[in-house]
């Protein structure tokens, strides 16, 4: 795919870390001008923008849209991946959790995806991708919040395709696995065991181990690219097959 990208511009939101970081460096490598959208923006990766911004508030996200169009020249590419976890069940999360977290992973979604639109529309090659998860289509233990704003973007994701396609913006998504990150390793890091957990996590995934960012990276810039106007509307999983699969155990 090198050289996909020559002459366009994207905007990735949390790009300064894990999934996102390593959809800048695929993006960079293919020839893109690319800013970062993060509250680290310090941490993002070399050769990109760094922007200061919250995803989660309107004023924040408007501030620095307008800067990576200006500084870019233009939007060509949004990647709507900044999000964050919440944990337990259905009755764990009290309602200011609830608005705190669909605010960040639900929310945000609307809030870039519309600032950056009047600059998407101007090009002849514009494509949103959108960071859901496989806790979007499978029910995973002690996710309700969580998997209720991915499954929401999976929704948004298809209601914005239909909206766009005839404008030339396509909008896709992909369904990441449990992936390698320091989010994840935040996560093992906290819990009584984090050997014992990871092996769990790496098992819970046909192919046995986690996904590794640069594949989720991967599948972004498949959607995202040029070279692919006829994706439009899909859900792409990069779950080692944990979505569609169900293997035997090993040894039957
Ligand atoms: N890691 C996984 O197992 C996994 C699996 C499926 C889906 N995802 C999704 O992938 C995306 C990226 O996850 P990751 O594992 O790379 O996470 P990560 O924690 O490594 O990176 C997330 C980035 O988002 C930024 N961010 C968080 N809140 C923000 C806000 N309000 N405004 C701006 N930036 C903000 C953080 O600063 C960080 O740079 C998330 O949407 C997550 O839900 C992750």
């Not at 795919?1 to 511009?9: C, E, H, P, Q, R």
């Not at 001008?33 to 309107?58: F, K, Q, W």
Request: aromatic share 2%.
């Amino acid at each position: 795919m090198s050289g996909d990208f020559n002459g366009l511009a994207a905007v990735v939101t949390g790009g300064a870390s894990g999934i996102g970081a390593a959809t800048v460096r695929r993006l960079l490598e293919s020839g893109a001008r690319v800013a970062v959208l993060d509250l680290r923006p310090e941490n993002a990766p070399e050769g990109s923008l760094g922007i200061s911004c919250d995803v989660g508030d309107t004023g924040s996200v408007r501030t620095a849209v307008a800067e990576a169009a200006r500084t870019l020249g233009g939007i060509d590419v949004v990647v709507n991946n900044a999000g964050i976890g919440a944990q337990g069940n259905v009755a764990a999360n009290d309602d200011d959790e609830w608005d705190r977290v669909l605010n960040v992973n639900v929310k945000s979604v609307a809030r870039v995806s519309r600032e950056a639109l009047p600059h998407l529309r101007k090009s002849a090659n514009a494509a949103i991708v959108n960071t859901a998860s496989i806790a979007a289509a499978a029910g995973l233990p002690e996710r309700v919040l969580y998997s209720a704003s991915k499954g929401a973007i999976r929704a948004m994701t298809l209601a914005m395709a239909a909206d766009h396609i005839r404008e030339g913006i396509r909008v896709n998504c992909v369904s990441p696995g449990t992936a390698n990150t320091p989010w994840i390793g935040g996560l093992l890091s906290k819990s009584a065991d984090p050997e014992a957990e990871r092996a769990a996590l790496n098992a819970r995934q046909p192919h046995g181990r986690m996904v590794e960012p640069e594949e989720v990276a991967e599948a972004i810039c498949f959607l995202a690219s040029p070279r692919n106007k006829s994706t439009a509307g899909v859900c792409l999983a990069v779950d080692g097959g944990m979505e569609g699969l169900r293997l035997r155990p090993v040894g039957e």
